[in-house]
């Protein structure tokens, strides 16, 4: 929360509104993929998108007309073979090079095709998601929420949602291209075998399209099987992502706060934290290599039983005389073809139990985003309005959380233009419940708040502040624009706040956060709203981080060219004797009276 915000208008928001965690796993596949595709058809690459399958689609249908021709070809060249024809032999080879080099500009394009819809699939469900968790205090609630959901959200995006799209293209394309090539050979299997019949004493018996029935009882077992083994790798994937997402985060965490393990000697502590989640991994991962195992003796078993299968099925046709060797080959291929698509799930069903598994996480995300019902089980709510202009009203305010509810003693209070009030906390109250609920961020407790009509209000968190990534002349503006500051103005602001060895660096990207220590980066927070001049600041106690030059500085500003800005400081109760201050509220502890159930 290091970090100062603005926010015009609070007063807009529902009252108490803050989005319900929900887990999407209950959904169903069906409504899972409705989500999906309800994220891409509202995003700018639906176009694009629409396009690209229809390429594809064209695309597959081509090649599986050349893959007819190609299969028509295996009858004249085994038949050129088996009759010794060198000239018949080599104009067939002809015949097979054009064929094949049609087949491969195809797959080509058919390549680069799936490559640029994986593209486009990410572009468009990564805006959708971003678009919702950037929404006003979307983020902040999901994180807040005590849910899994709020965990990662980083990884929800980048790596889970770059695989969905990736497997996505690639199972959907196999799909389709699957069915295309099974609706086309299961035809050219039923003209060659459908005069079959077979004899059981004495008697003939008639199996129109045997060889299509074979492939589908074939490939049908095939898949029965691997689903009754394979099934329990979608749970076994989900639970990998998990863990490792886990360990990824305490990784980071480490990395970030070096410092202070070093200087507390904790790295044996960390070390057994990050051990910890690496276990986790790896068992987790042994449970998944173990489903793997198991289902590679189905699909490795079928796959070598596809070697001979397609001559053992067209043999009867064969030795009775009904097709010649090259016919043989032909009917061998064309069932090759048939039962390979219809093996498509089989093939495919670690693949797809790990698209279930990242689609289950993904729109496990999407749906917590989406929802918006309130998730603590607190009976009121604190009611948000849209003040009048030039005043903040603040009324029977009371806030609410597992450790109890607090409430500010003056119950009618009004802060006018121009003026700074300090809050005061007594002992056991939660001073940065207090700042949340007066920024919107806490909407639990009862009371009323009411913001200023159509005026901006700036916020300065407790800690470090937040600074983006970017030019220090981006840093001051944020969340503003550059071109909406004159230049001169920078400077300024950096010099009053004591910051004048860092004007020649306006224009250097760094991490900030990195290259400045925690005082300068709060004198920077202070020159941010310097630069800005906002009519409203709230501050989380930010005056008792500061040393006494730094705090005559911020007090001399407020005194001068922030002199018309209202201030309103939650902090201690020796800060009463600056003379900053004209009033002076406090925050005590109040009876629990505000939630049905507290979590514990």
Known sequence: MGQTGTMTDSSKEPSGAAPEVGEATHLGLMRQLGMMIKALRSSPAAKALVLLIAATIFIIVVTAYGQIRLNRWNKPFFDALS?????????????????????????????????????????????????????????????????????????????????????????????????????????????????????????????????????????SAGS????????????????????????????????????????????????????????????????LVSG??????????????????????????????????????????????????????????????DWRATLQRVASFRYALTTTEVTRDFESRINYAEGELGSMQIDDLEIVSPSGCDMVKERQVVVRSGER??????????????????????????????????????????GTPYLPRGTLREVLAYPSKVESIGDDAFAHALGRLGLERLVPMLDTTRRWDLELSQDEQLSLAFARIVLQAPPWVLIDDAFGSLDDEALERVTDVFSNELEGTSVIHIGRAAQAREPLFSRVLHLVKAPLKNKSAIDP
């Open 83 to 219: 009759r010794r024809n060198f000239r018949d032999f080599v104009f067939q080879l002809g015949v097979f090079l054009l064929i094949a080099g049609s087949l491969l500009v195809l797959n080509v394009a058919q390549r680069w095709l799936t490559e640029m819809l994986k593209l486009k699939l990410r572009a468009g469900l990564v805006h959708d998601l971003l678009q919702d968790w950037m929404l006003p205090r979307r983020a902040f609630w999901l994180a807040n929420a005590g849910g899994p959901m709020g965990v990662n959200p980083d990884q929800r995006m980048h790596e889970d949602a770059r695989k969905l799209c990736e497997l996505s293209a690639d199972l959907g394309t196999g799909l389709v291209q699957a069915t295309i090539m099974f609706v086309i050979f299961a035809g050219v299997l039923w003209v060659i075998s459908r005069d079959f019949s077979f004899r059981i004493a004495n008697r003939d018996y008639a199996v129109p399209g045997f060889m299509v029935w074979a492939a589908v009882i074939y490939a």
């Open 224 to 287: 029965l099987l691997s689903y009754w083994v394979g099934r329990s790798l979608i749970n076994r994937n989900s639970e990998r992502y998990a863990r490792e997402a886990d360990l990824r985060f305490s990784l980071v965490r480490i990395n970030e706060h070096l410092d202070g393990i070093a200087l507390a000697g904790g790295e044996a502590d960390e070390k057994r934290r990050v051990e910890g989640h690496l276990d986790n991994v790896l068992a987790a991962t042994r449970r």
């Open 292 to 353: 793997l195992t198991n289902l590679t003796w189905i699909t490795a078993g079928f796959g070598w039983i596809t070697t001979v299968a397609p001559i053992l099925v067209a043999a009867p046709l064969y030795f009775a005389g009904k097709i010649s060797f090259g016919g043989l080959m032909m009917a061998a291929a064309a069932f090759t073809q048939a039962q390979s698509s219809l093996r498509w799930f089989v093939d495919n069903f670690s693949v797809i139990a």
């Open 421 to 462: 009030v300090l809050i005061v906390g007594a002992p056991g109250t939660s001073k940065t419940l207090l700042f949340r609920a007066l920024a919107g961020l806490w909407p639990w407790g009862a009371g009323r708040i009411a913001h200023p009509r159509d005026e901006q209000m700036l916020y300065l968190p407790r």
